[in-house]
T-cell receptor, first 114, second 112 residues
């Protein structure tokens, strides 16, 4: 069984550009979570999505960040007009039913803003 | 807001020694996770502790949960170099959310 897949694994963007991070959950999982890990820190929750719905975006910065999980295709985390402070590892996790189901983490996308 | 604290933040220990990592959390949670992360890698699930008094062991690692004290421990027995990594605990964010709240992490280095 394929696990959570994320691409790209590494992404370099100049300040002001857009970054698009993709996450394909485990087959059959319809709940996706995005977390951000700044250097030398733990993971911080950003957003929780089900197919076509945002359930909890309490950890998303108010500006420049958006997320979607369309009916078909991967979940996308989009960061517009990136700044150096956006440099981090972004992890996606999925679970089959949400709630108390265990979350399975992907390999992460490491974003570097130059 | 729920806070999760780990200590120590850094741990340098000699092979063969024992040590314990502590994870305290600030509000009620009955589900706690331990993860391992190697540099530049993703999180590897080690243990899921589901109830008060739960104890799980895998190899040289043993985790326990005391929900009344809001404390989990990860005990390392006879450390070996391969255990060098960063260890995170995480708890459910609460009854009305699915998010996980992570601790600050403990960076473990095991030397000969």
């Amino acid at each position: 069984n394929a696990g959570v897949m994320q691409n790209p694994r590494h992404l370099v963007r100049r300040r002001g550009q857009e970054a698009r991070l993709r996450c394909s959950p485990v087959k059959g999982h319809s709940h996706v979570y995005w977390y951000r890990q700044l250097p030398e820190e733990g993971l911080k929750f950003m957003v929780y999505l089900q197919k076509e719905n945002i359930i909890d975006e309490s950890g998303m910065p108010k500006e420049r960040f958006s997320a979607e999980f369309p009916k078909e295709g991967p979940s996308i985390l989009r960061i517009q007009q990136v700044v150096r402070g956006d440099s981090a590892a972004y992890f996606c996790a999925s679970s089959p039913r949400g709630g108390r189901d265990e979350q399975y983490f992907g390999p992460g996308t490491r974003l570097t803003v130059t | 807001e729920l806070k999760v604290e780990q200590n120590p933040l850094f741990l340098s220990m000699q092979e063969g020694k024992n040590y314990t990592i502590y994870c305290n959390y600030s509000t009620t949670s009955d589900r706690l996770y331990w993860y391992r992360q190697d540099p530049g890698k993703s999180l590897e699930s080690l243990f899921v502790l589901l109830s008060n008094g739960a104890v799980k062991q895998e190899g040289r690692l043993m985790a326990s949960l005391d929900t009344k004290a809001r404390l989990s421990t990860l005990h390392i027995t006879a450390a070996v170099h391969d255990l060098s990594a960063t260890y995170f605990c995480a708890v459910d964010g609460g009854w009305n959310t699915d998010k996980l709240i992570f601790g600050t992490g403990t960076r473990l280095q095991v030397f000969p």
